[in-house]
């Protein structure tokens, strides 16, 4: 039941009562080639691209809640490669890639918008580490321009270009192709066409444990049941260590509260999206009005993702001292994440020291914007039982062979 | 090179006190300020005081102790002491221009406190640390009616500026 | 027939009339109205258009749950976007417009779009828009949604001041329970601080209309008001609490007026009483979101705090007693009202001018209808602060149930709706005691909406949320409710679905065969009502976000005519006249930075050479008091964190001088690893940079200016690399023969309140040598033509101090130091590590610009200048197997130009070190 213009004029005449469902709701079986905890963005996508890259034919995605519900329906929708390394060049511009043509592949629009994005600049030297990372962008082959004070000002009008700005704009890195997705759309979209490929989504399916023969993961004891596989690939981000107890594992990875605002909808009042080092403030505008803004990470823990004030006041803060204007703007809705962050802030994709189980985790803060390349990448692994090119540089080995990718550091913010 | 001698103030070089019917704030110069670190009977021997200062009680003589941590302490206007390691197990640094202090009293002198950071007498602490408005500063109350906030020299600039505004 | 003012009552002053303008035709009304208040009271009935139809609308509430009259604001030349017209006092001279309409909210030009609804059900933007591309149709949608328009201009002194307070019981919402509570505790001796969003204290007594406990409402009112502040207890009205924070914080927003900012105050409470009401609960039919249909509350509260009529020809649709009541209040004020029992089967709004309803077989004609579904308790704060609710199948709502600590609720907010049962229990809750039961609950069934109608009944008004995009939401299988929530928007706008969870939930309920309860209930997230983000601000802000720390010779660096900027986190002075100019005379003769910055952190006790030899890379425990040493730390991965001098006072006592910008990092990397495997008795981190000033003197003539100042050091036997004690006057001070520009350098510091003298003394007798004050960018120029590096520019987030070329304690130190292992991982001793190198070339060299072999980045240049000294370009970079590759041709790569340079070694100037003993 394709989706489209066409389709949904058709539909009006009879009232909408002819669409069907966007996935089912099935039974689990008791065994799979392959189930994957964890039906957010990236679970999602993975058994997407195992039933149409790789011709898998039995797919089970197992989410303990609603599909989506995780990190992937709470961030602040960001897409970007603009990144230092070549590894990192390679992954997030696969997913921008991938993003690129979604909709259409999916037939669900996710509402890319390469609208650029914008890292501000606010002095000499940091207009010699913006040099560096345009051209490190550059020569990866991604889109990158170093804009001057006007270029910026033209973009973005609405931020600080006042004289007794704290943090005068000199420039800035953009990124065209970079932008923002509708969050629940990509989630949604995977899992309607991942469905149609005869993926089984499990929802309210809580793994309890796995199932462990002769020293080899042989599949998961959930809330409905226990189920056989023949890979499990875990995709449950802020979970993950969790998941790692029940396989005798650790893993190198801290869980903290990222914090996310979004404001009243106003008329469009910036058309692109825009970080500041200084600042640690980011914010864009969503298609239905609202000013979308996120910041730095919470450190202190909280009970049950609340998020506390001296965090808020620092985004907020930071958000004025960005675009003065807005301090009359008001905040309609503040959440929180769990994000889960590796000792290089780069994401850990690779197998685990549990044979027959499989990670894709510790995407920290960048999550969302991997959705398409964590999947079509965590795929090509649970298919084949071996890294793609572009994952294999982030296999959990890095870290005792030294070749840690740090992003975090490469940034040039000083430590 | 951006020259941005024109987006900061130039520093106030005699701060004079600011006096209103209900509040007053004040530079305090101090005679002498020494760190202390090490287990807090011996720093407190050293520092010639039976206690150190936390909150709510107050301080109330020229010479006097306030408590950091668990196992430090700034001597106010104690004796003079040698900066580096003491034998009796405690090390020793001057800290006179390290950290400027500010008085501030009369009944506004609470709430005005209570603008940059949360203190209340009913929930005390054995440590006189706080942030206010961010930063670190000592915070006790001085005496009767008055308060004192001690805050590292470079940052006392900023923390005038915050205070004046609000009085 | 529409609204109108009644001759009498209300809370308004009638001796007071204003002026307003709406949507360009100017209107009256009175201190006290707000601005829906006041175009009820003159007969206007379409204040807004919806979201996504256009369709118009009228007021529904007179308090926040009104979903309908948002209008962007102007006064005296200020304007607010997004403000709802019932919370929005009424002051003279204010212009309001609709917002998402034009040119009028009467005559909306995009009003055409209903037309078109069937086209537009929930979702639909996910079925089209595929194909070429969102970025076609984006633009055009970004403009048809978001509501108030943003000028872009500031407001003169818009301020949030904050402030911190505690009480024993914070008490919310000062209606009936409130104030009683509040008294009933303050009396009781505890600290109490109610508050109340209205302006006035009263809460539903006003429409209500009834004596309370003998007295008018009026009277009662005030007689709480007198004993709770007799009693000591707090009142601020004007005042929301948006959100409850950890251990019982409470957030409140204290309003001042039109374009004033609302103050912020953080309640820390031992208690926490909700009492905050509970909302009128709309009514699903046909064509419910015409103009005249509006909230039974609603109207009652127009009647009785601003003296308005909604209408003339009232139908009342209800399934509860409350409408009953109303009826007397309605017809006194001249209104003619009809009661309808919505229990008995589904409505239908008549006519676009709203001029009768079909229920139950018959066509009653009214001008207005007021419908009341039940009532749904404001449990916002209880969820905030984590409180599970209950179903309460008497009343058809969710009421708070397990507490969080220290929270409890009463009177409507926690369900108990009759207000003797309300004032019985908020006194008993107020001291903590169990409340008694109710006496007189107040039954409101269920109403189940007609879901297999084919009208159009809408659900959530402001997002233009129907029925049927709830069916169609249950058909497409995004069932639950956070589902049903974001696919539909139902409850995402800025009313964040006050008026429309619960009909959604009903509707989605009925659909899937399941309760209430089985179906679910949404999380609430602060703030409860949309706050400015300037609340937030505090004092961040100009001079105050993130302030620089200042140098105790400001004063004198700005006399000399200094520029000054920010280095890490210093206000510094980057030159005095010109940069070339500076390092000639520094070179040729001598010249005077203030050096105060650099970190003086004091590593004391019994074990702190071992604890030095543990965090450096470089053996300290070796190093003799008198002498000083340069040194890495490093990470745990083995990458240079910091470097800097060490000096050893005596045995027990080193100093650090760490790079300026990283004192508060160095200092905290430090203790972290103090208390980690040490006795920590036995080594103490002194950070003493801000008690002491330091000046250096550097250049050829730096030993004639030392002579002059006779500082009491024996400046014959004055090695490189070690300090002596001396004293300025009577203050001691030490100095160190230390070099960063590799010329005869010797740092003196002394304490900060000494400064100025020694400056001025100092300038004199370098002047007198042809020398004068130098500045960070001249010293940046000396330090990169000598080849010394800048941590964090120079080094990167993989260097390691043997690609700097410090490779003895990497290979021979036997002494656990953080970072060892790291340092012989495999990608530690790959051959092609990027080390550290000098280029040369016929141009300047970009900083930021790439090494490169074809299109492989093999390099970056990190430091890069035009050396007045040498009188060429000079840069620094780090290179893939650097270290081997001196004398070779290499091509530089910025922004797709491609430049040649020479890799050299990175000394440029004096690799013997003569100069540093001129």
């Known amino acids: ?415 | 090179m951006r020259n941005d001698s024109h987006k900061w103030d130039a520093p106030t070089d005699h701060r004079l006190p600011l006096i209103r019917d209900d509040l007053t704030i004040r530079p305090i110069a101090l005679h002498r300020q020494t760190l202390l670190s090490g287990p807090i009977n011996t720093c407190l021997q050293l520092a010639n005081q039976p206690k150190a200062t936390g909150w709510p009680d107050p301080a109330q003589s020229t010479a006097y102790a306030l408590r950091l941590r668990r196992d430090r302490i700034l001597s106010v206007n104690g004796p003079t002491l040698p900066d580096g390691w003491h034998p009796q197990g405690a090390a020793i640094s001057d800290m006179t221009h390290g950290y400027a202090c500010i008085e501030i009293s009369g009944p506004r002198a609470l709430p005005l406190l209570n603008q940059g950071t949360e203190l209340d007498p009913a929930t005390p602490s054995n440590s006189c640390m706080r942030l206010f408005h961010g930063w670190p500063c000592l915070i006790y109350q001085w005496q009767t009616d008055s308060f004192r906030l001690h805050i590292n020299a470079p940052h006392s600039e900023a923390l005038w500026k915050t205070l004046v505004p609000f009085s | 027939m529409t609204g109108f003012r009644t001759p009498q009552g209300g809370l308004i002053d009638r001796s007071k009339p204003l002026e307003f303008t709406f949507d360009g035709r100017s209107y009256s009304g009175f201190q006290g109205d707000t601005l829906a208040s006041a175009l009820l009271a003159n007969g206007v009935r379409i204040m807004g258009r919806s979201f996504k139809y256009h369709r118009p609308r009228g007021v529904w509430g007179a308090w926040f749950d009104d979903p309908n009259a948002i209008f962007d604001v102007t006064l005296n030349g200020r304007t607010l976007p997004n403000c709802a017209a019932t919370t929005t006092a009424l002051i003279d001279g204010m212009q309001a417009r609709a917002v998402n309409a034009f040119p009028t909210a009467k005559h909306d030009l995009k009003g055409v779009l209903d037309r078109f609804h069937a086209l537009m059900p929930a979702g639909f933007y996910y079925k089209t828009f595929i194909w070429p591309n969102w970025h076609l149709f984006e633009g055009m949608i970004r403009k048809m949604a978001g509501l108030g328009r943003l000028d872009g201009e500031l407001i003169a002194g818009y301020q949030s001041a904050q402030h911190h307070d505690r009480c024993d019981l914070l008490v919310v919402g000062g209606g009936g329970a409130g104030l009683a509570a509040a008294r009933h505790a303050a009396e009781a001796g505890q600290n109490v601080l109610l508050i109340e969003d209205h302006p006035a204290l009263g809460g539903g007594l006003f429409r209500r209309a009834l004596p309370v406990e003998g007295q008018s409402p009026a009277d009662w009112i005030a007689a709480q008001q007198a004993a709770i502040l007799a009693a000591g207890g707090r009142i601020l009205t004007g005042t929301t609490a948006f959100g409850v924070f950890d251990h019982n914080m409470v957030g409140l927003a204290q309003d001042h007026g039109f374009a004033k900012a609302p103050s912020l105050w953080r309640i820390r409470a031992r208690r926490i009483l909700m009492t905050t009401g509970a909302l009128e609960r709309p009514v699903t039919f046909a064509n419910n979101d015409r103009p005249g249909v509006m909230g039974l509350d609603g109207a009652l509260e127009y009647l009785a705090r601003y003296g308005v009529a909604a209408g003339r020809d009232i139908a009342v649709l209800s399934n509860n007693t409350f409408a009953t009541a109303a009826q007397p209040l309605l017809e006194q004020a001249g209104c003619k009202v009809t009661l309808l029992d919505a229990t008995r089967g589904p409505a239908k709004a008549i006519g676009k001018t709203l001029r009768a309803v079909d229920h139950n077989g018959q066509r009653i004609a009214c001008d207005t209808l007021l419908v009341s579904g039940g009532r749904t308790p404001v449990v916002h704060l209880w969820r905030h602060a984590g409180g599970k609710l209950d179903w309460n199948n008497t009343i058809s709502a969710f009421v708070p149930g397990h507490a969080p600590d220290g929270m409890a609720a009463a009177g409507a907010a926690n369900g108990t709706y009759d207000l003797d049962d309300a004032l019985s229990e908020a006194r008993a809750v107020a001291l903590n005691h169990a409340a008694p039961p109710a006496r007189k609950p107040v039954p409101m069934p269920l109403l189940q909406p007609d879901t297999n109608s084919n009208t159009r009944q809408w659900i959530d008004l402001q997002h233009d949320v129907t029925l049927k995009d709830i069916k169609l939401a249950a058909q497409e299988n995004y069932v639950s409710v956070e589902h049903l929530k974001r696919y539909t928007t139902l409850g995402m706008a800025p009313d964040q679905g006050k008026t429309a969870n619960m009909a959604g939930l009903a509707a989605m309920a009925q659909l899937q065969g399941q309760s209430i309860p089985e179906t679910g209930t949404t999380t609430f997230r602060p703030p409860f009502v949309p706050v400015p983000l300037e609340l937030y601000h505090g004092a961040r802000r100009g001079q105050l976000f993130n302030p620089l720390k200042r140098l105790p010779l400001e004063n004198r660096h700005r006399a000399a005519g200094a520029a000054l900027g920010e280095y890490g986190g210093w206000l510094r002075p980057a030159w005095y006249s010109d940069i070339d100019a500076e390092v000639r005379m520094a070179r040729n003769h001598v010249g005077l930075l203030d050096a105060t910055p650099l970190g003086k952190i004091e590593v004391m006790g019994p074990d702190a050479a071992k604890f030095l030899d543990f965090v450096y890379y470089n053996t300290i425990a070796t190093l003799k008091p008198g002498h000083i040493r340069y040194g890495f730390m490093l990470t745990e991965g083995g990458i240079v964190f910091d470097d800097g001098v060490v000096a050893r006072m005596d045995p027990n006592r080193f100093v650090i001088s760490c790079s300026s910008s990283h004192v508060a990092g160095v200092t905290a990397l430090l203790e972290s690893w103090r208390q980690d495997g040490n006795d920590p008795d036995r080594v103490f981190i002194h950070d003493t940079t801000a008690n002491w000033a330091t000046l250096t003197i550097t250049g050829p003539q730096a030993k004639p200016v030392m002579q002059a100042l006779d500082l009491g050091v024996d400046l014959a036997g004055f090695a490189h690399m070690t300090w002596q004690t001396g004293h300025f006057h009577d203050t001691p001070l030490r100095v160190a023969r230390v070099s960063f520009t590799g010329d005869t350098s010797f740092e003196i510091t002394l304490p900060s309140a000494q400064a100025e003298p020694f400056w001025d003394t100092a300038l004199q007798l370098v002047q007198a040598e042809n020398g004068g004050p130098i500045g960070i960018e001249a010293v940046s120029h000396m330090r990169a033509e000598k080849g010394f590096i800048i941590i964090g520019k120079d080094t990167d987030g993989e260097t390691m101090p043997h690609d700097l070329g410090f490779s003895i304690p990497r290979r021979k130190k036997r002494a656990a130091f953080v970072g060892d292992r790291s340092l012989h991982s495999e990608t530690a001793n790959r051959p092609d590590r990027r080390q550290l190198v000098g280029l040369r070339s016929d141009t300047l060299l970009p900083t930021g610009a790439h090494l490169v072999t074809g299109k492989r980045s093999i390099g970056t240049v990190t430091s890069s200048y035009h050396s007045p000294t040498l009188n060429h370009p000079i840069a620094l970079a780090l290179l893939e197997n650097g270290a081997n590759r001196h004398g070779e041709a290499i091509t530089v790569w910025h922004m797709d130009r491609e430049i040649p340079a020479t890799v050299t070694a990175p000394c440029f100037l004096d690799p013997k070190g003569d100069r540093l003993d001129a």
């Open chain 1, 1 to 415: 039941m394709a989706y489209s213009a066409f389709a949904l004029l058709r539909h009006a005449f009879n009232g909408h009562n002819g669409w069907k469902p966007a996935w089912r709701s099935p039974k689990p079986q008791a065994e799979y080639d392959i189930v994957i905890i964890g039906g957010g963005g990236h679970g999602l996508a993975t058994a997407y691209y195992l039933a149409k890259n790789h011709g898998v034919r039995r797919i089970a995605v197992l989410e303990k809640g609603w599909l989506g519900g995780g990190n992937t329906g709470r961030n602040t929708t960001t897409i970007r490669s603009n990144y230092f390394y070549p590894e990192s060049a390679a992954l997030y511009d696969l997913s921008v890639r991938l993003y690129e043509n979604l909709s259409r592949e999916l037939n669900y629009n996710v509402m890319f918008s390469q609208r650029g994005l914008m890292f501000l600049v606010h002095s000499e030297p940091e207009m010699e580490i913006a040099a560096r990372t345009v051209n490190a962008m550059r020569l990866n082959g991604v889109d990158a321009e170093l804009l001057d004070r006007d270029a910026v000002r033209k973009r973005a009008p609405v931020l600080n270009f006042r004289d007794d700005a704290r943090y005068p704009i000199h420039g800035g890195v953009f990124q065209g192709r970079a932008g923002t997705a509708r969050h629940d759309a990509v989630a949604w979209g995977y899992a309607r066409a991942a469905d149609r490929q005869g993926v089984d989504i499990i929802q309210n399916c809580e793994v309890t444990g796995l199932l462990i023969e002769n020293g080899i993961c042989k599949g998961v004891e959930t809330s409905k049941g226990r189920i056989r596989a023949g890979r499990v690939g875990g995709a449950v981000a802020g979970h993950s260590s969790v998941l790692a107890g029940m396989g005798g594992f650790q893993l190198p990875i801290q869980s903290y509260a990222l914090q996310a605002f979004v404001s009243e909808p106003l008329k469009p009042v910036i058309d692109t999206v825009a970080f500041s080092p200084a600042t640690g403030t980011y914010f864009c505008q969503s298609d239905k009005g609202g000013l979308v803004i996120g910041g730095a990470l919470d450190r202190v823990p909280s009970y049950g993702q609340r998020g506390n004030m001296p965090v808020q006041e620092q985004v907020l803060s930071g958000l004025i001292e960005m675009a003065p204007a807005l301090a009359k703007v008001k905040l309609l809705r503040h959440w929180a994440g769990n994000v889960d962050v590796t000792p290089d802030s780069s994401p850990l994709i690779g197998p685990t020291p549990l044979e027959g189980l499989f990670i894709n985790c510790g995407w920290g803060t960048g999550g969302f914007k991997a959705i398409p390349a964590g999947g079509y990448l965590f795929a090509h692994l649970l298919a084949t039982g071996n890294h793609h090119a572009i994952s294999r540089p982030f296999d959990l080995d890095r870290f005792a062979r030294g070749a840690l990718i740090d992003e975090g550091a490469a940034s040039g913010i000083a430590h």
